[in-house]
């Protein structure tokens, strides 16, 4: 299975690309914000160097967010113009729900989170089966389940049980095939960013 990953949805513009089941590369930007600049460029980059096409891609999966709003509108803008160009499916997977394939939580209740800003994470609660809208968290507030977030860089100034979760586009590709196989293939127009709700505090 031939698949690219994109990720525009933090502070960093991450890539990979995946071959016969083996992710072979993967490119993340060291530069905050050039998106712009650089997704095509690095994706340019990592397809002639493994010498294939776009159409030859089995599909490209892109995060959708809860993320950052421009770098979101760049990825999946770009995402679905190579799609449509190329007749090839697009994958969306949201934030939450690789943050959710990487920890494997096993408590009872917990928090998924993305950082936002200042002391501010937008998280959606999970008890037991139930998943609760998400909304934005005050992580100066005293919480005592799990939070696992991605985003924030200076954990131990919190009084919280805060876990920090890496992410990049190498994190999306085996949740996209978990997607593909189930035929969870979207239209194109159907597929938009998840933004922040900034006015859903809790």
Same mark, same amino acid.
């Given at each position: 299975?031939?698949?690219?990953?994109?990720?525009?949805?933090?502070?960093?513009?991450?890539?990979?690309?995946?071959?016969? $089941?083996?992710?072979?590369?993967?490119?993340?930007?060291?530069?905050?914000? =050039?998106?712009?600049?650089?997704?095509?460029?690095?994706?340019?980059?990592?397809?002639?160097?493994?010498?294939?096409?776009?159409?030859?891609?089995?599909?490209?999966?892109?995060?959708? $967010?809860?993320?950052?709003?421009?770098?979101?509108?760049? $990825?999946?803008?770009?995402?679905?113009?190579?799609?449509?160009?190329?007749?090839?499916?697009?994958?969306?997977?949201?934030?939450?729900?690789?943050?959710?394939?990487?920890?494997?939580?096993?408590?009872?209740?917990?928090?998924?989170?993305?950082?936002?800003?200042?002391?501010?994470?937008?998280? %959606? %609660?999970?008890? $037991?089966? %139930?998943? &609760?809208?998400?909304?934005?968290? &005050?992580?100066?507030?005293?919480?005592?389940?799990?939070?696992?977030?991605?985003?924030?860089?200076?954990?131990?100034?919190?009084?919280?049980?805060?876990?920090?979760?890496?992410?990049?586009?190498?994190?999306?590709?085996?949740? =996209?095939?978990?997607?593909?196989?189930?035929?969870?293939?979207?239209?194109?127009?159907?597929?938009?960013?998840?933004?922040?709700?900034?006015? &859903?505090?809790?």
């Amino acid at each position: 299975m031939k698949i690219i990953s994109i990720d525009t949805s933090g502070k960093f513009c991450s890539i990979s690309i995946s071959l016969s $089941g083996n992710i072979e590369e993967s490119i993340n930007s060291n530069i905050p914000l =050039s998106h712009s600049s650089e997704l095509a460029v690095n994706i340019k980059k990592i397809i002639n160097k493994h010498n294939i096409l776009i159409k030859d891609l089995d599909f490209i999966t892109i995060n959708i $967010g809860p993320g950052s709003f421009t770098g979101l509108r760049i $990825g999946i803008s770009f995402a679905k113009g190579l799609c449509l160009s190329n007749n090839i499916p697009l994958i969306p997977i949201s934030s939450f729900d690789i943050i959710n394939d990487k920890t494997n939580c096993l408590e009872d209740s917990f928090y998924h989170c993305i950082y936002s800003h200042k002391d501010y994470a937008y998280g %959606k %609660k999970y008890d $037991g089966n %139930k998943e &609760n809208k998400p909304a934005l968290i &005050n992580l100066k507030d005293k919480i005592s389940i799990p939070m696992y977030i991605h985003g924030l860089d200076s954990i131990d100034k919190y009084d919280n049980n805060i876990i920090n979760v890496a992410l990049d586009s190498s994190d999306l590709i085996k949740v =996209s095939k978990r997607y593909f196989k189930t035929k969870k293939v979207n239209d194109l127009n159907s597929i938009n960013p998840i933004y922040i709700d900034y006015k &859903n505090v809790i």
